[in-house]
């Protein structure tokens, strides 16, 4: 591990810095190549450590133990994962011949109902695990920064982006295996989301969701700020809202998907963060009753079942109600039921995948 920590306070309130491998006592050169390496931080995440760590040692000695002991473990279990057959590459295993090309098929040929975790490579199993260890550590660091005064808050809100950012890849592995699964999708698109997916398996740091988590965040966070009103359920004015703070990308998507029944059923579920069947009862219990609207606290009350329309700003409410509407989802498609079948973050990487691919065939020819 090569974090250069700043350990030492100097007397203008600088640190000094140090080699942060001095704090993780014997720890074990890998035995692989630095090709090998699976790398555990990425470099902005790197440099929010060698900010962090140092004024953790300097206020919490205790705890700088603990954060070096958690780090020195998760570069273990990064090492450890290192040593698993790359998906990337030619193997040859006990079952056969393994090739990209091959675990891209077998993904897109198997679609055996149920859990798949027993199809996943082993690889892709453990990367997981490094993963939310990772999201667990970057929350707790930002927690304990903001812990340790406003001149800090700045650093805190960073690694609290970084923890939304990890726990978007963990979304992108979701999204990724729904699209591959759809039949009616272009076998090209499949074939790519595919290939996506071992990208994310074999370093856990995906491009693509890399460039829309910043725009998910941001819908997450206005739709946090935003107190639709329970009555049209339609969120005509909340979704202008959001839009406008977003980038074109997003506006796109809205102008040209929102006219479709599946993309706008997934995002009044995402708005409401109800049901599309409980957001049609509610729909007609207010229209029997009479009344305009309601609030998110009264939504409950009405539907006479409780229910989480609200949500915080923190990682786990988003991936929470992302995995309750995503098998909600899967539910329908599975019983062939009316209603969303994918999720919106299904739809909207399905819609940049499908705009990148065009702009790629347009540059194709425009050179040809």
Do not use: C
């Amino acid at each position: 591990m090569t974090i250069s920590a700043d350990e030492n306070q100097t007397k203008n309130g600088q640190f000094e810095k140090v080699d942060i491998s001095a704090f993780l006592g014997t720890q074990k050169k890998s035995e692989f190549s630095p090709e090998e390496k699976v790398e555990t931080f990425t470099k902005k995440q790197l440099e929010l450590l060698n900010q962090i760590l140092p004024v953790i040692s300097s206020n919490d000695k205790e705890h700088f133990e603990i954060y070096i002991n958690r780090i020195a473990d998760m570069e273990s279990m990064a090492a450890s994962i290192a040593r698993f057959p790359s998906l990337l590459e030619r193997q040859e295993l006990a079952g056969g011949t393994r090739t990209r090309a091959s675990l891209i098929e077998s993904l897109i040929t198997h679609q055996d109902d149920g859990d798949r975790i027993l199809r996943l490579p082993s690889k892709a199993v453990l990367g997981k695990s490094l993963l939310v260890a990772k999201i667990h550590t970057l929350s707790d660091l930002a927690k304990f920064a903001k812990h340790l005064g406003k001149e800090h808050d700045a650093l805190s809100r960073a690694l609290d982006t970084e923890t939304n950012f990890s726990m978007f890849s963990l979304l992108a592995e979701d999204v990724y295996l729904n699209l591959i699964s759809d039949g009616s999708q272009p076998i090209e698109f499949r074939r790519e989301w595919a290939l996506s997916l071992l990208l994310l398996w074999e370093h856990w740091n995906d491009q693509a969701s890399e460039n829309i988590a910043p725009v998910l965040q941001s819908v997450w966070m206005a739709r946090r700020r935003l107190a639709p009103a329970f009555g049209t359920m339609m969120g005509t004015s909340e979704l202008l809202m959001i839009s406008m703070q977003m980038d074109d990308q997003w506006i796109n998507f809205i102008k040209q998907k929102m006219g479709e029944d599946g993309v706008s059923q997934a995002m009044e579920e995402f708005l409401f963060g109800i049901s599309t069947e409980q957001i049609q009862n509610l729909r007609t219990i207010l229209r029997t009753q009479g009344i305009p609207a309601i609030g998110r606290d009264e939504v409950s009350k009405f539907l006479g079942e409780h229910v989480k329309a609200d949500a915080g700003l923190d990682y786990r409410d988003f991936y929470s109600m992302y995995t309750v509407r995503r098998d909600n989802a899967r539910a329908r498609a599975r019983m062939r039921l009316e209603g969303p079948h994918k999720t919106l973050e299904d739809y909207f990487i399905q819609f940049v995948t499908a705009l990148d691919k065009e702009k790629q065939n347009n540059d194709t020819f425009a050179k040809s």
